[in-house]
């Protein structure tokens, strides 16, 4: 019995060696937690507010939530599947933290693409969670409440950090910006020669969005998109893009900033929360979240005078007694 005994420990040992120190759960999950901390683990209904970075098992990053400066918050799902990332993350608890693989063959299938250039067998999951309120028995107007105030919290700590974000930015950037009345930060690194465009102009224009960790999320420009491996829908043209300027089509902070841009010039501009996404924040920018844009006004483009002036709509007669 002893024999047996030893046998299975060694064999155990053996194929825990093989999978690279991961232990192997249902599914094909392999998972390795760094950090246990002994607490209820995450169940279906929970409240989970996590950070998480997604590599290929070459090491390049497809995915990681500290660039936006914000943890992923989301009420747990049903697992998909037995070893999928749901799974893994139900083996956790508050504060834990965990290394998951997960075959790619079971991840891309039902027609799902795999990222460009995606050759490895598994994807890596590196999972840090941050808070859970558990469902358990609460209802559900006491459970939304203890989220409500979590996430405002949260937001408040973010919106407090902005100012310091911003100056930190600059510094380590070493820019000597101006600012104008609404808080736009920017810098002329090229003047350019042409004109200005003014209301009712279409600029034609370059840009680079960052944010402030540096991480791009948006760009027209080919070369970075390649650079910094930016996803970008296969049916768009990255080049030039037009805005009408000073119609509320863009952001306050670009409304503003393309006015200050000759043809032809380059700059930095630094746009806080309040002239940009706010409180609420979009895709991979969130709530106070400062952002950077690198941009080059390449045309100014004047309204045609001889335009045909759109039809003015007829009103119908009010209706007789």
């Given at each position: 019995?002893?024999?047996?005994?030893?046998f299975l420990a060694l064999a155990a040992i053996g194929l825990a060696s093989c999978n690279g120190g991961f232990k192997q759960g249902d599914g094909g999950l392999?998972?390795?937690?760094?950090?246990?901390?002994?607490?209820?683990?995450?169940?279906?209904?929970?409240?989970?507010?996590?950070?998480?970075?997604?590599?290929?098992?070459?090491?390049s990053v497809l995915m990681n939530s500290y660039d936006s400066g914000r943890p992923m918050a989301m009420p747990?799902?049903?697992a998909q599947a037995k070893g999928d990332i749901y799974a893994g993350i139900n083996l956790l608890g508050e504060g834990d933290s965990?290394?998951?693989?997960?075959?790619?063959?079971?991840?891309?299938?039902?027609?799902?693409?795999?990222?460009?250039?995606?050759?490895?067998?598994?994807?890596?999951?590196?999972?840090?969670?941050?808070k859970v309120i558990a469902k358990g028995a609460l209802n559900e107007q006491v459970w939304?409440?203890?989220?409500?105030?979590y996430l405002k919290s949260q937001a408040d700590a973010v919106k407090t950090q902005e100012p310091g974000k911003i100056k930190k930015y600059?510094?380590?950037?070493?820019l000597k910006v101006e600012k104008t009345a609404s808080g736009l930060l920017y810098v002329i690194t090229n003047p350019g020669t042409g004109e200005k465009p003014a209301v009712g102009d279409t600029a034609v224009v370059n840009y680079t969005g960052r944010l402030v960790t540096g991480k791009v999320f948006d760009t027209s420009v080919k070369e970075v998109a390649t650079k910094e491996k930016v996803p970008v829908d296969p049916m768009r043209q990255l080049a030039p893009i037009r805005i009408p300027v000073g119609e509320g089509k863009v952001i306050p902070g670009w409304d503003e900033g393309l006015q200050l841009l000759n043809k032809g010039a380059k700059a930095i501009f630094i746009i806080p929360s309040d002239i940009a996404y706010k409180d609420q924040g979009v895709g991979p920018i969130g709530p106070y979240t400062p952002i950077v844009f690198e941009m080059e006004m390449v045309n100014v483009v004047h309204p045609n005078?001889?335009?045909?002036?759109?039809?003015?709509?007829?009103?119908?007669?009010p209706a007789t007694r």
């Open positions: 019995m002893k024999r047996k005994l030893m392999l998972y390795n937690i760094h950090t246990s901390k002994g607490g209820v683990k995450i169940k279906e209904g929970d409240f989970v507010s996590l950070n998480m970075v997604v590599k290929t098992d070459g090491d747990m799902p049903k965990a290394t998951f693989k997960i075959a790619a063959d079971s991840i891309f299938k039902n027609g799902q693409q795999r990222p460009p250039g995606f050759k490895g067998k598994y994807l890596v999951f590196q999972v840090k969670i941050d939304r409440g203890r989220v409500t105030d600059i510094a380590d950037h070493n005078p001889n335009a045909p002036k759109p039809a003015v709509p007829q009103l119908a007669p």
